[in-house]
């Protein structure tokens, strides 16, 4: 076998690798990019129901209402509030003022139904998205949402 | 005095490795001899001024001298003393010097143990590692300098993360660095072949046991971080795809990727310059984890507070290393003469399938996680690249790769014979079979992707044991002679086996905790009775209940089996006032058979709890299958070939012991 063919081999193998994780990847990406919204977001651009999205914003004093293992609440980009009712064990930051992002879909009742609550290590920490959606709406400073 | 110590100690370390960094290169360049020998010296004086800086940091922090910003932010009187000491690299500032002083020991170990590597080789090496040196001394000193002062000194430290407050949490930094940072040491190698413009099987050599102690570390401290997140985040997942775990994994598969192509450099004098490029791009992806990692560009369930203009500075020095390194490459890479000719079906084939497959893998583990990046750059959309992406792109490409495993090793080099491996593969191919079947037969409720899990399993397994057998000869020649050849095995095969057996071992466990795993979620009032898997949990009650810095709700699970009780499992929420947090500590009984693991939550309000309790068979082994993975390197390690040209003490150790 002379070098220019085994060149050629391994370019083919190559390029026939790159091609089926390209198809991989594009296939991947069309079913599994999550948009983020926030309330102002869902308001202003309209979602439709069962569309697998992400929201985020401040959890709103006194939204809080818990039924079990159901835990509804309302969030916040201080312009527009979302509905949000979630199932499950709640992570360990989740308070009411604080910042939150959820994944899940909008009922038909125009409701958030999260099936996942994203938890944060640290209590400073105000997930970007968050940042950025209150940052919009002029009611942001940095540090804020951090003491209760 | 000890901060101003410290920050003296780094400030001269930058001035040594401004030295370490020119004074060798141009001795090797003019054939100077002296200045050459000089990054010897550069390099040790290096290491001693980085650990006395990290040193005077774990004074100031072991004696809770609050004076300094740093200690101040980040420790506590009370906390433990381990939590102390971890506490050192448990924030920014400590972690880079971390960093710092992981690199020069890397860089004193080359000088010390690199006394076999041509002079003018080594003396590049060294300049290219005082290189990498000063740019992280100036990010610390510029941007991050761990000795600021505090005046007037608070009474108390705002504490550490009570998150990071855990023993696995304490060791994994450390066991990461020393695998990013272990990289740098064949980036130095590669970057110094191309100056020299050579490349030969002994550069190859020389190259891979650098790469297996940093790939060793590597491989444990990701482990060890994904077990940590599995018995501590309390989501009972160990393993997220988030963007700081792709951080690390990536360097992994890029260095996977290099161990197995360094072997076809080696053995066969090819796929040179593709080597060197791999040595370039995994250190280039451990630099890209700290980037991710520190300027919080990314969102991440792991981020901490960060510094976007520390952020400006990584990505900066990023594309200095990256680009000097590849423009240098493209100069140079063309010069490498290549090596051996060898048939595609071949060992060598299979490893650069290998390479190929692990190649395209990091590419696509590092578009999913800057993808969002890019976006939100471009259209200022927000998108989130979750865990089904990677898995849809992630399996496909492992499952070829992992096929091949069982392959590869049965080729001969040059020009294989596929036929004869795959039908002295039969046994393999049967326990395969055999698998799937029993697995579709016993547990109909998983998905199919969960008897490929199982098939794969099973094919490696006896794949590496065929694979051991034919080395020795068991059957054709006399058992005794089996024995004797099984005794003379290089290491290095050793290594490879069990390294492969590691992988196998991990797929299972990732099937069978993934696809057989029972999970209840239920309000539980004291009595209630719950099933999980082949266990019934009766819930005795929560209590109140006081720990050394921490308030927690402890709840009491009686469990038993088969109406026989066996243990207590005693989950509980802890909150910490210093930093005011909650963390969850579940409660996980492990076994070589699965884990039952345990997590209560809030009250209700009616005297019952919510809990969330799962059953994961087999859960162990994927932590197992890595320990076992970095076991093999080290094994590997010792193979003799390592030492073939070492110092003469070495030798003179083989020959006292003649029975090796």
């Known amino acids: ?148 | 005095m000890t901060a101003e110590l410290g920050h003296f100690a780094l400030v001269l370390a930058l001035a040594v490795a401004l030295v370490q960094s020119t004074l060798p290169l141009v001795g090797a360049w003019t054939g100077n001899v002296a200045w050459m020998a000089l990054g010897r010296t550069a390099a040790l004086a290096q290491a001693a001024l980085a650990l006395i800086a990290f040193a005077m940091l774990t004074v100031a922090f072991v004696g809770s001298d609050f004076s300094v910003v740093n200690v101040a932010q980040n420790s506590h009187s009370l906390k433990p003393m381990l939590y102390k000491v971890a506490g050192v690299w448990g924030n920014h500032e400590g972690s880079l010097l971390l960093w710092v002083t992981i690199l020069a020991l890397f860089g004193a170990a080359v000088a010390v143990f690199g006394g076999n590597l041509p002079m003018s080789l080594r003396a590049r090496i060294l300049s290219v590692q005082g290189m990498i040196g000063i740019g992280f001394l100036l990010f610390i000193l510029l941007t991050s300098n761990p000795f600021l002062r505090l005046d007037p000194a608070p009474v108390d430290g705002n504490g550490l993360n009570p998150l990071l407050q855990d023993p696995g949490l304490a060791f994994h930094p450390p066991l990461l660095y020393l695998g990013y940072v272990g990289l740098s040491v064949a980036f130095s190698f590669a970057v110094a072949a191309l100056i020299e413009g050579r490349v030969d099987p002994a550069w190859a050599r020389w190259v891979r046991p650098w790469t297996l102690v940093a790939w060793c570390f590597l491989t444990l401290g990701i482990a060890l971080g994904s077990y940590w997140a599995y018995y501590e985040l309390g989501w009972g997942g160990w393993w997220f795809w988030d963007p700081v775990e792709n951080a690390s994994f990536m360097p992994w598969l890029a260095a996977t990727a290099l161990l197995h192509s360094a072997i076809v450099a080696e053995k066969r004098d090819a796929l040179k310059s593709w080597t060197i490029l791999l040595a370039i791009i995994a250190f280039s992806l451990s630099l890209l984890g700290t980037f991710l990692v520190r300027s919080g560009v990314l969102t991440s369930v792991h981020a901490f507070a960060t510094d976007p203009a520390r952020g400006v500075f990584i990505l900066i020095f990023l594309c200095l290393v990256v680009g000097g390194s590849l423009a240098l490459y493209s100069f140079r890479a063309g010069e490498l003469k290549a090596g051996g000719l060898f048939a595609p079906m071949s060992r060598e084939g299979a490893l650069v399938l290998n390479n190929l497959l692990l190649a395209t893998a990091t590419g696509s583990v590092l578009l999913g996680t800057l993808y969002p990046l890019f976006l939100d750059a471009i259209t200022a959309e927000k998108v989130s690249v979750g865990p089904p992406f990677f898995n849809a792109v992630f399996v496909p490409l492992m499952t070829p790769l992992v096929v091949a495993m069982a392959v590869g090793p049965l080729l001969a080099w040059k020009r294989g014979d596929l036929a004869g491996a795959l039908q002295r593969l039969k046994f393999a191919f049967a326990a395969a079979a055999i698998a799937v079947l029993a697995g579709w037969w016993w547990l109909a409720d998983g998905p199919v992707l969960a008897l490929l899990g199982l098939g794969l399993f099973a094919w490696v397994t006896v794949g590496v044991i065929v694979e051991w057998a034919e080395r020795v000869g068991l059957g054709r020649v006399a058992l005794r002679d089996s024995l004797n050849r099984a005794l003379n095995l290089p290491r290095a095969a050793y290594g490879m086996s069990l390294a492969h057996l590691g992988i196998a071992l991990t797929v299972l466990g990732i099937t069978a905790s993934s696809a057989w795993q029972r999970e209840v979620l239920t309000i539980l009032k004291p009595g209630d009775k719950v099933d999980v898997g082949s266990y019934t949990l009766t819930f005795e009650g929560a209590r109140q209940m006081r720990g050394p810095n921490y308030t927690a709700l402890q709840g009491s699970f009686a469990v038993a089996k088969g109406g026989q009780h066996l243990y207590v499992l005693q989950p509980e929420t802890r909150r910490f006032p210093q930093p005011p947090m909650d963390t969850t500590e579940a409660a996980i009984e492990s076994t070589l058979a699965g884990d039952l693991y345990v997590v209560i939550g809030e009250p209700d309000g009616k005297g019952g709890y919510a809990a969330r309790l799962y059953w994961k068979p087999l859960v162990i082994w994927i932590w197992l299958g890595a320990v076992a993975m970095a076991a093999g390197g080290v094994v590997s390690l010792t193979d003799r070939r390592h030492r073939v040209g070492a110092p003469s003490r070495q030798r003179a150790q083989a020959a006292a012991a003649p029975a090796e």
């Open chain 1, 1 to 148: 076998m002379t070098r220019k063919r085994r060149r050629l081999y391994m370019l083919g193998a190559g390029v026939a690798v790159l091609a089926v994780a390209t198809t991989l990847v594009l296939l991947a990406f069309r079913e599994n990019l999550v948009f983020f919204y926030s309330p102002t977001d869902i308001v202003e651009k309209g979602v439709a129901p069962n569309q697998r999205i992400r929201i985020g914003g401040l959890v709103e004093a006194d939204s809080v209402k818990r039924d079990g293992l159901t835990t509804e609440f309302r969030v916040t980009d201080t312009a527009n509030t979302l509905r949000v009712v979630y199932t499950g064990l709640l992570p360990d930051l989740f308070r009411e003022g604080q910042g939150v992002v959820a994944h899940g879909k909008l009922d038909s009742g125009g409701q958030f139904v999260a099936d996942e609550i994203l938890a944060k290590h640290d209590e400073n920490y105000m997930p970007p998205e968050v940042a950025s959606a209150l940052k919009k709406q002029d009611h942001w400073k940095p540090g804020e949402g951090q003491k209760q």
